[in-house]
């Protein structure tokens, strides 16, 4: 008996990918300046980073790490458990949890990580777990990696998740979403989540990765723009990558959950903590990005002229009021196509094929930062309009 090979058809695979003209393709950026990259030997101006805040090269987040290396070397050594918490780690968590008004925070090393680690840690086999049908990959592994029923619903149809956790009425539930959904950029409904939940005995999970530091008061995230507490929404995870322009994330709650994670998270207990100077950098992006509020109004300014001038030019943009700006072409060669005309006049946008976004939904995932001028973003649009007549961006898929 010969067993098929795991390699190869691992190959195989990736050749239906190619063929498909969905392969996945890996190049390096050589320098970073602002929100300019070059790559290639190529100066290009970006609209495809995270960094919504432009703190990712902050002078201050460079000292903050550099300081805090020379104190304490680069690595932490060890898991939190054994012998890697140090004092910027609990300084930082503590800044978490104050901003997002929660009792305590915990640090994981990735959102995915982060994600994994509270859903094997809070379900059960028998559980049910509800979650919006665009959340993050990390969503829908973390539940079916506890062994959890999974159930998902329309996206930001309320109604839907209502019908879902009706299902199974007697099982301990968790409903989880995306605060702010990372290829549509809308918000999701989370009042009228947090009600349902609240009627429904379930607990509320929101992944806020890309509404921490850009919604809210004080940049303090979707929950907290929406007008909820840790009561309404007991479960928060948003990472520190994004518009903190760090790296790793968080799961903030009350202490309860916190102290539950610290003994059950495997993705918390089995890895080796976040170096130390990463945790003092990151808290220093905390700090500017609870007090600068005029980086948050000038990425609103920002948006505000691309969607306008996108209006003006008929483009087909997704209705995001965030600095995740789509514009839907539905096909993939066309999205390729497209990002590749950019290219040619000197900006840098990604293409997002299926399996990320559904089949008939590839798009331009074009996203903004208070590191861009005015003159940046239409220079955009004008790129946008001078795109070749047969790509479909002058109808909406």
Same mark, same amino acid.
């Given at each position: ?8 058809? =691992? ?128 969503? =829908? ?102 518009? =903190? ?37 990151? =808290? ?114």
């Amino acid at each position: 008996m010969t067993r098929p090979s795991l390699t190869e058809r =691992l190959a195989r695979h990736s050749a239906e990918r190619a063929q498909a003209g969905l392969r996945r393709r890996l190049r390096t950026v050589d320098r970073v300046d602002g929100a300019w990259v070059e790559r290639d030997g190529r100066r290009l101006l970006a609209f495809c980073s995270n960094d919504y805040l432009g703190l990712a090269q902050h002078p201050q987040l460079i000292a903050a790490l550099k300081q805090a290396a020379d104190g304490d070397g680069v690595g932490s050594g060890s898991a939190h458990l054994i012998c890697g918490h140090r004092s910027a780690h609990a300084a930082l968590e503590e800044a978490l949890a104050e901003w997002t008004g929660r009792e305590r925070a915990l640090l994981f090393s990735t959102g995915y990580m982060a994600n994994l680690g509270v859903m094997q840690a809070l379900l059960q086999r028998d559980d049910l777990c509800v979650q919006d049908k665009l959340n993050h990959a990390c969503l =829908l592994d973390g539940a079916q990696l506890a062994g959890a029923e999974l159930k998902r619903f329309p996206h930001a149809d309320v109604d839907g998740a209502a019908r879902q956790l009706d299902s199974r009425s007697d099982a301990a539930a968790l409903l989880a979403t995306d605060g702010v959904f990372s290829m549509d950029g809308d918000i999701a409904p989370l009042a009228a989540l947090a009600q349902l939940c609240q009627r429904e005995g379930a607990t509320f999970m929101v992944d806020d990765a890309h509404g921490l530091g850009v919604l809210g008061a004080q940049g303090a995230g979707s929950v907290v723009d929406s007008g909820l507490s840790q009561d309404e929404v007991p479960v928060l995870m948003a990472t520190l990558g994004k518009a =903190l322009g760090c790296s790793g994330a968080f799961v903030a709650g009350s202490t309860a959950l916190i102290d539950g994670l610290v003994q059950s998270a495997r993705t918390y207990i089995y890895t080796t903590a976040m170096p130390p100077a990463l945790a003092a950098a990151t =808290l220093a992006a905390v700090r500017l990005a609870q007090t600068e509020d005029w980086r948050r109004d000038q990425l609103n300014q920002r948006i505000a002229r691309f969607r306008q001038g996108a209006a003006q030019l008929g483009l087909p943009l997704m209705p995001s009021p965030t600095a995740i700006q789509p514009l839907l072409l539905g096909d993939a060669q066309a999205a390729l196509d497209a990002a590749e005309a950019l290219e040619q006049q000197g900006l840098l946008v990604t293409a997002i094929r299926p399996p990320t976004v559904p089949q008939g939904k590839a798009r331009l995932r074009i996203t903004l930062s208070a590191m861009h001028t005015e003159t940046d973003v239409d220079r955009l649009l004008d790129a946008l309009s001078r795109l070749p007549t047969g790509a479909p961006l002058a109808r909406p898929v």
